[in-house]
């Protein structure tokens, strides 16, 4: 008999120079792309000088920024704004669960997993079949669950799997959240400070984060409910393509103003300046709550393997969604 050859694993090789050479121009571009930065004493953009000329007569606002990002340059806002609600569409499409759908986080599996737990007779079972269960469950984040690391016992088996974090965490959330919060209302409300709606939008993702990270789903979940957010990111949605339709219907152009101007360094200051840069602050941070929340409970695969039945869990297995609807 013809020996068999022994087979010997390896790594597969990786195109190398390829690698080299595309880093070497990416690098080449960005060195080209600094030295060719304006310089202190270069003049300064055509769109810059119009904006610090306008900004505080026609718009009674002392930030030039503003007057560009929600005037000057208002419908490539727009633009950019609804080119960030297709993107949050997209990953809602791919995201979402099949209908009826509860919410973020699988409500709908958690409680069949605690029926399943609760229906189980473990001291019916033999010891080593009951740990393999216990093991199992832990594999497939169905173990128990506490609400803090504080409760959970010292030495206890398997990874740390509580809902929340330490009290030093808790307590550094609860002292950072309201400050961003605050930081991040501020953006989107003083006309005279560069930022606006975009940034604060971020910034109140990161305050529900940090919330979400720091205490867990369940402190977050009345907020973020999809059927809530969602039906605020319409308003915001529904709220820029009013006021810059407005601006096209009563003075005849497209981002036009259309508010009377408030006294300059107020927030009425900027007519529909400080308008556009809150309907984009609810429209960024609640897409963008959709977005990062639809992707972390999405915890399925629409595909089936290979031999999969079309229903399973009759046999004992588990499956991958509760029959009355699925959740991540």
């Known amino acids: ?112 997993r605690e029926q399943r737990r609760i229906g189980e007779s473990p001291a019916a079972e033999g010891d080593t079949e009951a740990e393999a269960r216990q093991a199992d469950a832990w594999e497939q984040g169905s173990g128990p669950q506490s609400a803090t690391p504080d409760e959970t016992p010292l030495g206890a088996p398997g ?4 809902a929340a974090m330490t009290v030093v965490v808790r307590a550094s959330v609860r002292a950072i959240a309201p400050v961003l919060l605050m930081a991040g209302l501020y953006l989107a409300a003083w006309g005279y400070s560069p930022g606006g709606g975009f940034p604060a ?25 999809p059927d809530v957010v969602e039906t605020l990111e319409l308003f915001g949605a529904l709220a820029i393509v009013a006021i810059e339709v407005l601006g096209l219907v009563l003075k005849g152009s497209f981002s036009a103003n259309f508010l009377p101007l ?17 309907a984009e602050f609810i429209e960024v941070g609640t897409g963008l709550t959709l ?30 969604f509760p029959k009355s609807g699925p959740s991540t």
């Open 1 to 112: 008999m013809k020996d068999i050859p022994e087979v010997v694993e390896h790594e597969p090789s990786h195109r190398r120079a390829v690698g080299v050479l595309m880093a070497a121009v990416v690098g080449g571009l960005l060195t080209v792309a600094m030295l060719a930065l304006p310089r202190e004493n270069a003049p300064l953009p055509g769109i810059a000088r119009y904006a610090m000329s306008v900004a505080l007569p026609k718009w009674h606002t002392t930030e030039p920024v503003s007057e560009v990002v929600y005037g000057t340059r208002g419908f490539d806002t727009f633009g950019e704004t609804f080119l960030l609600l297709a993107a949050v569409v997209g990953t809602m499409t791919i995201a979402r669960r099949r209908e009826p759908r509860q919410g973020f986080i699988g409500e709908e599996l958690a409680g069949w």
């Open 159 to 162: 990874p740390e799997r509580a």
């Open 262 to 278: 408030g006294p300059v360094g107020t927030i009425r200051s900027g007519g529909i300046l400080p308008a556009f840069s809150d």
């Open 291 to 320: 977005a990062v929340f639809g992707l972390l409970g999405m915890g399925h695969d629409w595909s089936r393997d290979q031999g999969e039945p079309a229903e399973r869990g009759s046999a004992g297995t588990d499956p991958p």
């Open 201 to 225: 939008g971020a910034v109140l993702l990161g305050v529900v984060l940090f919330v979400y990270v720091g205490y867990g789903y369940r402190r977050v979940e009345r907020v973020i409910r």
